[in-house]
């Protein structure tokens, strides 16, 4: 039970230094109207194929859940829940959110919606926090204003490629869907393949079409012919076309990608560092529904944002802007370390699960995988290899 009483410790130290303001703290959460990856796509065999449920769950519990290091130092936390429907609202609710004092807005919005309202936004004094958009180019654009929780395309497939590696599966078939989210996926792959020096043998497309025209790109037995590998990773956001290719490839290989092997932020059935606590208290919250990766980023970016304003006892936005970027954060995420954010491109540090649909296989950084200051900068984009976009 390690993990349900992490925060006693911080909240027994507010107590004795005192705290400096005494304030009800708004903190913005803003999502999409009517949010297509919250929608259960369901196909014609009633099989659901993306997991139901709003990740404002996961926020709705970090809140509940640092009530007792908000009341000692006084402060009453308020999540602000709003909704837009496109690009010029959500900005529209941004600016409106800042002029009313809420100096951090966690964002569950498509790697578009972030970039746009981002930008239109570098200039408020508010720090947006990007909880569910996993595209690379995010991380590249340098905005000020902007931070991640969720895990970038580079690191769940730095994770994925430290197990090959550590398994000496080193040959790799890649089969990628048609979709711009399939190849941004593939691309973070191939980056980490070329980093540990895994031989892509081929990287081929597959279609959901069904017209024997398209049969090389839509039969898994030929898509996944003539060719020697030692596993195929596929890149397939929807999830339609892997869930038919384990155990029908021409080879006996196993599969890893968009199904089979997973690579995320959290997995139900992890049960280290107090994770089945976290887990526990997450399903009786929301009736039963098991947290995901996107429920872990928005819990662990309500928890960031309490304990920065709990830690540096201010109203001044700039002073809580500095500590929750700085080294002096540390959050207990459940995954046996603490948690902060790279400053070079402010995404916040944390071990990735590598899962199937039941049970956690591995947690990356691996051993024997080291970083000059941090291993867990061997997952992601690293201080070197970074630049602004």
């Given at each position: ?8 410790p ?7 230094s ?32 993306a ?7 996961g ?11 908000s009341?000692?130092v ?28 809420e ?6 919005l ?14 408020q004094p ?19 204003n ?8 580079r690191?769940?497939?730095d994770?994925?490629?430290q ?16 979709e711009?989210?399939?190849?941004s ?24 079409a ?24 596929v890149a ?8 038919y ?20 932020e ?13 887990t ?16 872990w ?21 700039q002073?809580?802007?500095?500590y929750i ?26 071990p ?20 000059e ?17």
């Amino acid at each position: 039970m390690a993990s349900t009483f992490a925060v006693l410790p911080l909240a027994a130290s507010l107590l004795l230094s005192g705290a400096a303001f005494s304030a009800e703290v708004r903190i913005g959460y803003l999502g999409l109207k009517d949010d297509p990856r919250y929608h259960p796509d369901v196909v014609y065999t009633r099989i659901e194929i993306a997991p139901g449920g709003n990740p404002i769950d996961g926020a709705t519990m970090g809140v509940e859940e640092l009530k007792v290091v908000s009341d000692a130092v006084d402060q009453q936390v308020v999540l602000d829940h709003q909704e837009a429907a496109d690009a010029a609202a959500l900005v529209a609710k941004v600016n409106e959110m800042a002029a009313a004092g809420e100096q951090f807005i966690i964002l569950d919005l498509p790697a578009d919606l972030v970039d746009q309202v981002a930008a239109a936004t570098k200039d408020q004094p508010v720090t947006l926090v990007n909880a569910t958009a996993p595209e690379d180019y995010l991380r590249s654009r340098c905005y000020p204003n902007l931070l991640h929780t969720a895990a970038s395309d580079r690191m769940l497939s730095d994770a994925m490629v430290q197990l090959l590696r550590t398994r000496n599966w080193t040959k790799v078939l890649m089969l990628v869907g048609p979709e711009a989210r399939d190849k941004s996926m593939a691309a973070a792959f191939r980056a980490s393949a070329e980093r540990l020096r895994l031989n892509i043998v081929d990287e081929r497309e597959f279609t959901l079409a069904t017209d024997p025209a398209n049969r090389d790109k839509n039969n898994t037995l030929l898509v996944t012919g003539n060719a020697d590998y030692d596993l195929v990773f596929v890149a397939d956001h929807q999830g339609e076309f892997a869930r038919y290719l384990p155990y029908d490839t021409q080879l006996p290989r196993l599969v890893v990608g968009s199904t089979g092997l997973v690579a995320s932020e959290w997995q139900w059935s992890w049960d280290r560092d107090g994770s089945t606590q976290v887990t526990s208290r997450f399903e009786t919250l929301t009736d039963g529904r098991r947290m995901t990766g996107q429920d872990w980023s928005t819990w662990i970016a309500a928890k960031a944002v309490v304990t920065a304003y709990a830690k540096a006892r201010t109203g001044e936005y700039q002073k809580t802007a500095d500590y929750i970027r700085g080294n002096r954060l540390k959050i207990d995420g459940a995954k046996g370390v603490q948690l902060n954010f790279r400053p070079w491109d402010g995404q916040m540090r944390f071990p990735i699960v590598l899962a199937t649909h039941n049970a956690v296989i591995a947690e990356a950084p691996l051993e024997g995988f080291l970083h000059e200051t941090n291993t867990l900068d061997t997952l992601g984009t690293d201080q070197p290899e970074h630049t602004c976009q």
